[in-house]
């Protein structure tokens, strides 16, 4: 009798269980939403759009594209790590939301490690240390002589406090031994406008934005901070190449709810590698200085877990803080 019981009670959970899958097996049914914490036209938007329109076409939902803007990206991050497990509500998220943020904010509403689920890493974007023409260094090394005998002299412009484009030249300033003084603008046209300008001396900006000017003859390209060339700039030396090991590149990545079945996670990474491995794709990415960069859910939270690490230590070396 006790043997029949639990087969029984065995069998009454396999039951149970085969709706769930089911539901895990049949995402999705409905609509999609990724929320973008960034403002429309910038690049998370950019890709979360790509991201979505692909996979509307592949599984025959609609795929909302939501940005919620703020905080240097916390509201929008804030709203995915309290909703629902799903499947239905996912973030673009990026090294400032999961990277950066968890340090130089000291009251965040979530927790960036534990409040979700990694999805798979979408695009890597280096920045581009860029000076104005007039300053007398051609490369990293004649940059780095010149600005250690020329101590709290140079100025460097960023988009703002704790963005990524500020703290790649904080752990330049930290791998060099070297002093300059932080200017921060509003946005990266106002750092060009100033830089070719002769306002400031010099920025690790955006390579989308400064790689156009360096071509057109306005301002000079010294390197990229990605350990790579870029394939958009493939002339520019990494800034690796004279400092060993120096990686500052800022990164895009899908992200659900902790907790968001496994079944339905793999097969949003899946879908990303496919997008993203197009050659229509890769052509998009390449033109605006992207590298098309998958993971697995597994190789994404490694990844963060790196990045959070090392971003926290250049967060508090700086000083930086934000509320």
Request: overall charge neutral.
């Amino acid at each position: 009798m006790r043997f029949i019981l639990a087969a029984l009670a065995a069998l009454s959970c396999v039951f149970q269980a085969l709706p769930s899958a089911h539901a895990q097996d049949a995402w999705p049914t409905r609509n999609v939403t990724i929320i973008v914490p960034f403002t429309a036209g910038g690049t998370a938007d950019l890709f979360a759009r790509l991201v979505a329109n692909h996979m509307q076409q592949t599984f025959g939902q609609s795929f909302v594209v939501e940005n919620r803007g703020g905080a240097g990206g916390n509201i929008g991050a804030a709203a995915v790590a309290k909703a629902s497990n799903d499947g239905y509500t996912l973030l673009l998220g990026t090294v400032s939301t999961h990277a950066i943020n968890p340090t130089l904010y000291k009251n965040l509403t979530f927790d960036a490690a534990k409040d979700f689920q990694p999805v798979s890493l979408i695009a890597r974007l280096p920045n581009m240390l860029v000076v104005r023409n007039a300053l007398p260094a051609t490369n990293v090394a004649e940059f780095i002589a010149y600005a250690k005998a020329n101590p709290d002299k140079l100025n460097y412009g960023s988009s703002g406090v704790g963005t990524s484009i500020h703290l790649a030249a904080e752990l330049f300033k930290i791998a060099t031994g070297t002093r300059m003084t932080h200017v921060p603008y509003r946005s990266s046209n106002e750092i060009m406008q100033n830089l070719t300008g002769g306002h400031i001396d010099l920025a690790f900006d955006n390579i989308t934005l400064a790689w156009p000017q360096a071509r057109a003859g306005t301002i000079r390209a010294l390197g990229v901070t990605s350990p790579q060339r870029s394939p958009s700039a493939p002339e520019v030396p990494p800034i690796a190449d004279t400092i060993a090991g120096f990686d500052a590149t800022s990164w895009h990545g899908l992200f659900a709810p902790a907790g968001t079945p496994r079944p339905v996670v793999d097969k949003m990474a899946a879908e990303v590698k496919r997008i993203l491995e197009m050659p229509d794709t890769v052509a998009k990415l390449t033109d605006i200085g992207a590298v098309p960069s998958p993971m697995t859910p597994d190789q994404f939270t490694a990844f963060i877990a790196g990045e959070r690490s090392k971003w926290a230590e250049v967060v508090k070396a700086s000083g930086a803080t934000a509320n």
